[in-house]
Nanobody, 119 residues
């Protein structure tokens, strides 16, 4: 079992920045990727970005050039740096680890942290 605990959300003005953190514990057996998602009420979760096991990253077109994912292995922490924030970035943000299973992958999720971008 893997446990994920997020922090760093809050209220920020348009154009501002936030850094989200996700502390990870447990055995990350057969890890495929580490990810950030976001979700607003009544909508499906949207993949924001991915960090693969080789260190490569990929981002949604809506955040590319503004957000960046990184990892501190010594502190077992995943980060999402969010710059030039826009009102449409308002959402609950979730960290995620994806693992190889038999026939299908399986995921672990954090509890989510609220990000609100407003004047």
């Amino acid at each position: 079992q893997v446990q994920l605990v997020e922090s760093g959300g809050g209220l920020v003005q348009p154009g501002g920045s936030l850094r989200l953190s996700c502390v990870i514990s447990g055995d990350m057996f057969r890890l495929i990727s580490m990810n950030w998602y976001r979700q607003t009420p009544g909508k499906q979760r949207e993949l924001v970005g991915t960090l693969n096991t080789g260190g490569g990253t990929k981002y949604s077109a809506s955040v590319k050039g503004r957000f960046a994912i990184s990892r501190d292995r010594d502190k077992n922490t995943l980060f999402l740096q969010m710059n030039n924030l826009k009102p449409e970035d308002t959402a609950v943000y979730y960290c995620n680890t994806r693992h190889l299973g038999v026939g299908a992958p399986y995921d672990y999720w954090g509890q989510g942290t609220q990000v609100t971008v407003s004047l």
